[in-house]
């Protein structure tokens, strides 16, 4: 169900925009600089796909626009559940002074109980530390903290594109038996249909890897995997499922019957993707009727 509704939500942000940059389920960040209806104003975009996810999915969502991820996220975190906040970039210092440590994004309970032992309670305290002071207390994140404090580039959520594309890395699937099993031909059947599957889902989505990785879980739910790499793109069945049956060999499942078997393909070919940039809007989403 939740990947029903989030498919629905995204149909929505594909009328403004193709440059969508999914980071959970209910959460993305969408690139509006040009958009599909030519509206000059990220935040009346935002406006819009707020009321069409209320109107047609009941629920509300919460917005943030700015000129940065780390930003867009703050931004629609800072009036949750049925917020909608724009930073400026003119605004955006005096933003980040007043807000607090915890709401920063990265800075976890342990982080900032140490930023509090350090006299750091908000981005303007924050802002007051060195980077070599930061990078001291808290390694290679403290130039990100450094960053976050200013506004600007930092090396992990910043002024980089939204990503409209994320490379695949692996496709696979997975059977959780009615039954735990562990009879060779009952294995065999189980690991062919799962195979099969497998290869389907390849061809549906043009994936090419050249590693099959066997994933097993036995009855007391401890887990396996085993990997073998080829030279040859894994596609078809007739050349996955030999390679399985290998796997599955180094496999002792006779005195450990599996409840689980599982195929993936993965180690695909690297591809350039097409990127957007500057206006950028982060949604989340919760239930409508929870929030009255």
């Known amino acids: 169900m939740y990947k029903s509704v989030s498919r629905r939500i995204h149909e929505i942000f594909h009328e403004y925009t193709d440059i969508i940059e999914p980071i959970s389920l209910d959460e993305a960040f969408l690139d509006v600089t040009e958009n599909k209806p030519g509206m000059p104003l990220a935040v009346d975009i935002a406006k819009e796909i707020k009321r069409k996810v209320r109107e047609r999915l009941s629920l509300v969502a919460s917005a943030g626009i700015s000129y940065n991820k780390f930003l867009a996220k703050i931004a629609s975190d800072y009036r949750k559940p049925d917020g909608l906040c724009t930073i400026h970039p003119d605004q955006a210092l005096g933003f980040i002074a007043r807000l607090p440590i915890e709401s920063f994004w990265g800075v976890g309970p342990v982080t ?5 032992a350090l006299g750091i309670h908000n981005g303007e305290q924050l802002r007051a530390c060195s980077q070599a002071m930061l990078l001291r207390e808290f390694g290679k994140v403290g130039s ?20 409209a594309v994320r490379v695949r890395k692996s496709i696979g699937c997975e059977h959780t038996l009615e039954k735990d099993i562990n009879r060779q031909a009952s294995v065999i059947i189980e690991l062919y249909h799962t195979a099969v599957e497998l290869a389907g889902r390849l061809e549906h989505k043009n994936f090419r890897g050249n590693t099959l990785t066997l994933k097993i879980k036995f009855h007391d739910f401890s887990q396996i995997t085993r990997s073998i790499t080829q030279s040859k793109e894994l596609i078809a069945l007739d050349v996955i499922l030999p390679l399985a049956k290998q796997l599955l060999k180094e496999v002792d499942y006779e005195h450990h019957p599996i409840r689980l078997i599982g195929l993936s393909v993965s180690n695909p070919r690297e591809e350039s993707d097409e990127k957007g940039v500057w206006e950028q809007l982060s949604f989340e989403f919760s239930d409508w009727e929870s929030n009255e």
């Not at 900032?112 to 509090?116: C, G, L, T, W, Y």
Request: without cysteine.
């Open 144 to 163: 990100i903290y450094y960053d976050f404090a200013r506004g600007t580039i930092s090396n992990w959520i910043d002024l980089r594109p939204v990503e």
């Open 112 to 116: 900032a109980r140490k930023m509090h």
